[in-house]
Nanobody, 119 residues
Framework: VQLQASGGGLVQVGGSLRLSCKASGNIRGINAMYWYREAPGKGRERVADITPLGYTNYKDSVKGRFFVSGEYDDKNMMNGIFLQMNNLKPEDTGVYYC??????????WGQGTLVTVSS
């Protein structure tokens, strides 16, 4: 599975951004897709995740502000995810990574996309 993330940028506090992650390759085996972020000087943390059936989970600090959704191909296979980020805060700054869990728990990572929230 190959993952391509995009949509990062510079935004002011309170603004919005929408991240996209497109999956290609053996997408049939995808069990869930995730957004992680890595803030400067901190470890990578999970922000949100979604299963092909649409079940979602969020980190507490982004609940009510971030919304993850899935993209599906014409065979109803999940082939991407989005992350709508609203009311952005400086602490949301970081590199956002897309991750997919595939067959037998294999993990796949996309390249990061940088989100910078300026105050």
């Amino acid at each position: 599975v190959q993952l391509q993330a995009s949509g990062g940028g510079l935004v002011q506090v309170g603004g919005s951004l929408r991240l996209s992650c497109k999956a290609s390759g053996n997408i049939r085996g995808i069990n869930a897709m995730y957004w992680y972020r890595e803030a400067p000087g901190k470890g990578r943390e999970r922000v949100a995740d979604i299963t092909p059936l649409g079940y979602t989970n969020y980190k507490d600090s982004v609940k009510g502000r971030f919304f993850v959704s899935g993209e599906y191909d014409d065979k109803n296979m999940m082939n991407g995810i989005f992350l709508q980020m609203n009311n952005l805060k400086p602490e949301d700054t970081g590199v956002y990574y897309c991750n997919a869990e595939g067959f037998r728990g294999l993990e796949y990572w996309g390249q990061g996309t940088l989100v910078t929230v300026s105050s």
